[in-house]
């Protein structure tokens, strides 16, 4: 079983950050400010050892990956971030394909969402605005991407190297991008591009375009959040969320009320996929109150040994519910929302041996 973890490159400055955030903004910024919110409430997450390393750090990236290889991570999922031809927090994932010292294999994730200042301010202002351009920017945005994709630690399924769409329903040209991007492809020796879907909402379908993409992945635990509003008692959440709102009733309260770790999971390992495209998703954990504050959601109930023993469930569903060999995981490194595998100060190395041990168990 592959277990494929989401990576998140935004531990180091960049100008961007710097103009919208303030001089020095990554990450940690964040991860160090948050707070508890309730009682029992553990903020902030402390990295083991006070490693709160910087991604242009070539021994970092190292570091990170032989970690996640003896503890049995398959490989990662970088997110990348393209806009009409301006990246930011390209470093980390340059500097790993530069290294062959680097072992591990990898894929990508276009996050091709608009930036604005929602998840901080809860303001609408637009910081930068996903743009596809045109067939001139497809070629670039490709050519860019093909030496990560010739590579030989590049994750492929038939010879076609896997790539994640993280909105794809908000990308009007996709199906001429990426017919000219499977073109290219053939043209440099693969059998095309693998698409997925990263899959929020269970009430969309996994390809909207019918046959554009390869397969969807149940993104864990959004996937699951979204799936709960669809059933019977979503409309009386909608409708006590807005009453409780105007009483303004504190929402980690309605959080906790609506979401808990256990009630997630066994969401999760109780469904069937929807279709035979579909790969199973997982989540270690998920608190995104270092960036939300007191309008953060919450698992409640969350424990390394609990998670241990869904992931376990989910690589038997993996095998035997959806046929499939794969499991993308939340996360490897997502601090500021509660998804991380990395060592910390409390639990130390638990979150990886729960890894280990689940796949161990199920050999």
Request: charge should be neutral; glycine fraction near 4%.
């Amino acid at each position: 079983m592959k277990i494929i973890a989401y990576y998140l490159p935004q531990f180091h400055t960049f100008p961007e950050n710097d103009k919208w955030w303030g001089k020095g903004f990554t990450e940690w910024t964040n991860v160090k400010s948050a707070k508890p919110i309730y009682k029992g409430h553990h903020q902030p997450k402390v990295p083991l050892n006070n490693n709160y390393y910087d991604l242009t750090n070539i021994e970092t990236i190292r570091w990170q990956s032989k970690l996640a290889q003896e503890y049995g991570i398959y490989g990662f999922c970088y997110y990348h971030y393209w806009f009409s031809g301006k990246q930011i927090m390209e470093k980390p994932m340059e500097l790993m394909l530069a290294d062959s010292e680097i072992t591990l294999p990898f894929c990508i994730s276009w996050a091709n969402h608009d930036w604005t200042k929602a998840w901080a301010q809860k303001s609408k202002e637009m910081l930068m605005q996903q743009t596809y351009g045109d067939e001139s920017d497809w070629i670039r945005h490709f050519n860019y991407l093909l030496p990560f994709f010739k590579d030989n630690r590049y994750i492929k399924i038939d010879n076609k190297p896997v790539f994640l769409l993280y909105q794809p329903q908000n990308m009007p040209v996709k199906r001429e991008m990426f017919t000219l991007w499977n073109k290219l492809a053939m043209e440099n020796g693969f059998a095309g591009l693998c698409y997925m879907y990263q899959h929020f909402q269970y009430n969309h379908l996994t390809d909207p375009d019918g046959d554009l993409f390869d397969y969807g992945i149940e993104y864990e635990p959004m996937y699951t959040k979204q799936r709960l509003l669809y059933t019977i008692p979503s409309l009386f959440h909608k409708v006590s969320h807005e009453i409780l709102s105007k009483m303004n009733f504190k929402p980690h309260l309605w959080s906790s009320i609506q979401y808990k770790y256990d009630a997630a999971w066994e969401d999760i390992l109780r469904r069937m996929p929807r279709d035979d495209k579909m790969i199973p998703g997982a989540f270690v954990d998920w608190d995104n109150s270092p960036r939300y504050g007191k309008d953060a959601c919450f698992y409640p109930g969350y424990s390394a040994e609990k998670f241990e023993f869904y992931l376990k469930k989910q690589i038997i569903n993996a095998k035997s519910k959806y046929r499939k060999d794969m499991i993308f995981l939340f996360a490897w490194n997502e601090w500021g929302e509660g998804g991380y595998l990395e060592p910390d100060e409390i639990e130390q190395y638990a979150r990886l041996e729960a890894v280990r041990n689940a796949l161990a168990s199920c050999k």
